[in-house]
């Protein structure tokens, strides 16, 4: 875990002029997440339309994700304080300072952040340019190395589809998989 001082702030946008810049990989075996997991978070994506959802998944520091945390999306915050173009229809923000107590109190009961979730209101499932632009320090590495991106994405408020994307340290990108519920 990082110094908590700076702890960087979870946000990103797509939008039109915004290209894909990693999918998932055809060839690569879906990444597969826990039933009742995803439901939780399509729910989420679903109760947020035409907004983007956002939030994390917990769980122990090995394993699959066993848990979802939902964040308030404050982008119409950052909207309205003129701080961003953009508001919760194509991007999302979540408050550091909640991240900070959340991650706290997960890691008091040995758990952690695993990874961050957004959905893509009609929007494929992707990580834009922005999403990786966002999610990279000055160094062109991970903030959060080892947290991964699940992507939601939702078409006319149905989820269509969702993928996951994990930070691969040798070739210095992110790589996205298919996800698939467990059998
Ligand atoms: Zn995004």
């Known amino acids: 875990m990082q110094d908590r001082e700076e702890l960087p702030a979870i946000h990103s946008a797509h939008v039109e002029g915004d290209p894909p ?18 439901a939780e978070v399509y729910e989420h994506a679903r109760e947020c339309y035409p ?3 956002c939030g994390i998944l917990t769980g122990p520091p090995e394993g699959l994700p066993s848990g979802v945390t939902r964040f308030a ?3 119409n915050r950052q909207h309205a304080a003129g701080h961003s173009d953009l508001d919760a229809r194509s991007a999302f923000w979540i ?3 909640e991240l900070q107590r959340t991650i706290r109190a997960l890691e008091d009961g040995g758990y952690r952040m695993r990874a961050v979730y957004h959905s893509h209101t009609d929007g494929g499932a992707y990580l834009s340019h922005t999403d990786v632009r966002a999610a990279l320090g000055p160094d062109g590495l991970p903030l959060w190395p080892d947290v991964g991106h699940l992507v939601v ?4 408020g149905t ?3 969702a993928a996951y994307f994990e930070w691969d340290g040798d070739r210095r990108a992110f790589v996205g998989r298919r996800v698939r519920e467990e059998p």
Request: charged share 25%; net charge negative; hydrophobic share 40%.
């Open 153 to 156: 994405s939702v078409q006319a």
């Open 51 to 53: 907004e983007e959802c």
């Open 95 to 97: 408050d550091v300072a």
């Open 21 to 38: 810049e990693v999918v998932p990989d055809p060839l690569q075996p879906p990444f597969v997440l826990g039933r009742s997991l995803l």
């Open 73 to 75: 999306n404050l982008q």
């Open 159 to 161: 989820v269509r589809e």
